[in-house]
C-alpha cells in the first residue's frame, strides 16, 4: 500500500545515494593529493601567509560533476518538501511549494500563493520550521538559497579551514598568535586561506611549521553560502524528519 509522502521519500532516499557517490569521489580527491597548504613568512606584516597549492601543474581541481552531484542532491531535497505541499493541497498546482522564509512577514506573505489551497490546519506546523525559529531550522534556508543558485550556475568547490584548532602547529620565536581566516578560497594554486598574526611582531627568528587540513565546500561565490558534504548529511536528515512529522496528516 503507498503513502501520499512515498515519492518525498524517495526523493530524500535518491539524495542519500548522491551523497554516497559525493563521497567516494571527494575520498579520491584527497588520496591522490592533488592540493596542500603551506605557509610562508610575512616579516614586514609580522604574519605567517598560509596559503593553498598544487601539487600538479596544471592545477587539478575536484572533477566538475562533484558540483553537479551536490546540486542534484539540493534539488532532491528541496523537491522533497515542496511534495509534502502538493500532498496536503486540495486544490494541487504549480503554485504550491513549501515556503522557506528568512522573516515572518514573509512567510506571511508568500503563504498566501504556495499554501493557498493548503487547509489552515496545516499552516502552524509548517510555520514552526521557518528558519527565522532557529534551533538548527536555519539549514532550510541554506538549502534553499544554495538549490536556487544551483539553477543558473554549478556551485563551485572551494577549500576552508578551521586552523589553528584543527591543525598542528610548533611555533617558536613569539608569544602568542592570532587567526585571521578566510571563509572559503576556491582551488586555485596560491589561493590565500588564512594569516597567523604573530605577537609581538615577528622577525625573521620565528619558526611556523603546521600541518593543516582543509574541508571542500560547495559554495555561491556571490552569497559566500556554501555547505559540505557533513552538512549536506545533516539537511538530509533534517529534511527527512520534517516529512515524517507530516505522515500522521494523511488518513491510514
Given at each position: 500500500?503507498?503513502?501520499?509522502?512515498?515519492?518525498?521519500?524517495?526523493?530524500?532516499?535518491?539524495?542519500?545515494?548522491?551523497l554516497?557517490?559525493?563521497?567516494?569521489?571527494?575520498?579520491?580527491?584527497?588520496?591522490?593529493?592533488s592540493?596542500?597548504?603551506?605557509?610562508?613568512?610575512?616579516?614586514?606584516?609580522?604574519?605567517?601567509?598560509?596559503?593553498?597549492?598544487?601539487?600538479r601543474?596544471?592545477?587539478?581541481?575536484?572533477?566538475?560533476?562533484?558540483?553537479?552531484?551536490?546540486?542534484?542532491?539540493?534539488?532532491?531535497?528541496?523537491?522533497?518538501?515542496?511534495?509534502?505541499?502538493?500532498?496536503?493541497a486540495?486544490?494541487?498546482?504549480?503554485?504550491?511549494?513549501?515556503?522557506?522564509?528568512?522573516?515572518p512577514?514573509?512567510?506571511?506573505?508568500?503563504?498566501?500563493?504556495?499554501?493557498?489551497?493548503?487547509?489552515?490546519?496545516?499552516?502552524?506546523?509548517?510555520?514552526?520550521?521557518?528558519?527565522?525559529?532557529?534551533?538548527?531550522?536555519?539549514?532550510?534556508?541554506?538549502?534553499?538559497?544554495?538549490?536556487?543558485?544551483?539553477?543558473?550556475?554549478?556551485?563551485?568547490?572551494?577549500?576552508?579551514?578551521?586552523?589553528?584548532?584543527?591543525?598542528?602547529f610548533?611555533v617558536?620565536?613569539?608569544?602568542?598568535?592570532?587567526?585571521?581566516?578566510?571563509d572559503?578560497?576556491?582551488?586555485?594554486d596560491?589561493?590565500?586561506?588564512?594569516?597567523l598574526?604573530?605577537?609581538?611582531?615577528?622577525?625573521?627568528?620565528?619558526?611556523?611549521?603546521?600541518?593543516?587540513?582543509?574541508?571542500?565546500?560547495?559554495?555561491?561565490?556571490?552569497?559566500?553560502?556554501?555547505?559540505?558534504?557533513a552538512?549536506?548529511r545533516?539537511?538530509?536528515?533534517?529534511?527527512?524528519?520534517?516529512?515524517?512529522?507530516?505522515?500522521?496528516?494523511?488518513?491510514?
Open positions: 500500500m503507498t503513502h501520499p509522502l512515498d515519492g518525498s521519500r524517495a526523493k530524500i532516499e535518491r539524495a542519500g545515494d548522491h554516497e557517490t559525493l563521497d567516494s569521489v571527494l575520498t579520491r580527491f584527497a588520496k591522490e593529493g592540493f596542500r597548504i603551506a605557509g610562508e613568512l610575512d616579516s614586514d606584516a609580522g604574519e605567517y601567509v598560509m596559503r593553498i597549492y598544487s601539487n601543474q596544471p592545477p587539478v581541481p575536484p572533477p566538475a560533476r562533484t558540483s553537479a552531484i551536490v546540486g542534484d542532491a539540493l534539488n532532491n531535497l528541496r523537491s522533497a518538501l515542496d511534495y509534502v505541499i502538493w500532498q496536503l486540495l486544490a494541487p498546482s504549480k503554485k504550491n511549494q513549501f515556503p522557506v522564509c528568512d522573516i512577514k514573509l512567510f506571511e506573505a508568500r503563504s498566501k500563493g504556495y499554501l493557498a489551497t493548503v487547509p489552515e490546519k496545516h499552516w502552524a506546523k509548517i510555520e514552526s520550521y521557518q528558519p527565522y525559529h532557529g534551533q538548527g531550522r536555519e539549514q532550510l534556508a541554506v538549502l534553499v538559497k544554495l538549490n536556487d543558485a544551483d539553477k543558473h550556475r554549478l556551485l563551485l568547490p572551494g577549500a576552508v579551514t578551521s586552523a589553528p584548532r584543527k591543525g598542528k610548533t617558536s620565536g613569539l608569544d602568542s598568535i592570532a587567526v585571521r581566516g578566510m572559503w578560497v576556491p582551488f586555485e596560491g589561493a590565500e586561506i588564512y594569516r598574526r604573530l605577537e609581538p611582531h615577528a622577525g625573521s627568528n620565528v619558526n611556523v611549521k603546521a600541518e593543516v587540513p582543509y574541508t571542500i565546500v560547495f559554495a555561491d561565490p556571490d552569497s559566500g553560502i556554501g555547505v559540505n558534504i552538512d549536506l545533516k539537511l538530509r536528515i533534517s529534511v527527512s524528519n520534517i516529512v515524517e512529522d507530516f505522515a500522521g496528516d494523511f488518513p491510514a
